[in-house]
C-alpha cells in the first residue's frame, strides 16, 4: 500500500502554542571524559485550527535544545481530524514495542492520558470539549 504525500503546512497563519513535554541529560563518553547535552522534546498546536506537529532538538543548553525542537516542530505540522471535542474513532499508533490506543469518549469524560499523548491532544484541542479517552 502506498504511504500518502503530506503537504507541508505552512505555521506563519496560525497561533501555535509551545509544550515543552520532557527534558533529558544525556552524557557521550569520550577520550577525554563525558560530554554533557540535553534534549527537549517539544508539542506545539493551534487547537481552533486542529493543527498539531511535536520535534526533539538536542543541543549544549537547555535553552538552545528547546528552541531547536520548536523550530523543528513547526516545520512538522499535521492538521487532526477533531468533531465535537473528540476524534471520530478508534486509532492505535505503534512504534517498536509500544502502542498508543486512542478512543473516542462521550461528553464530559475528559482526556484520559499522560506526558507526552496528553500534550498533544490538548495541543490539538481535543479536550477542550471535554471528549477524550486515551488508554
Do not use: C, W
Not at 481552533?48 to 531547536?68: F, L, N
Not at 514495542?97 to 481535543?126: C, D, F, H, N, Y
Request: glycine content about 12%; aromatic content about 2%.
Amino acid at each position: 500500500m502506498p504511504l500518502a504525500i503530506v503537504k507541508p503546512i505552512d505555521p506563519q497563519g496560525f497561533n501555535l502554542k509551545e509544550h515543552v513535554v520532557s527534558i533529558n541529560r544525556v552524557t557521550k563518553v569520550v577520550k577525554g571524559g563525558k560530554n554533557l547535552s540535553f534534549s527537549a522534546l517539544v508539542v506545539v498546536g493551534d487547537p481552533e485550527a486542529k493543527v498539531v506537529g511535536y520535534a526533539t532538538g538536542k543541543a549544549r543548553e537547555v535553552p538552545s535544545a528547546i528552541k531547536k525542537a520548536i523550530e523543528a516542530a513547526k516545520k512538522k505540522l499535521r492538521k487532526i481530524n477533531v468533531h465535537a471535542g473528540t476524534i471520530p474513532h478508534a486509532v492505535l499508533g505503534r512504534f517498536g514495542s509500544g502502542q498508543v490506543l486512542l478512543k473516542p469518549a462521550p461528553e464530559g469524560t475528559g482526556v484520559i492520558a499522560g506526558g507526552p499523548v496528553r500534550a498533544v491532544m490538548e495541543a490539538v484541542g481535543a479536550s477542550r470539549g471535554e471528549r477524550a479517552e486515551i488508554s
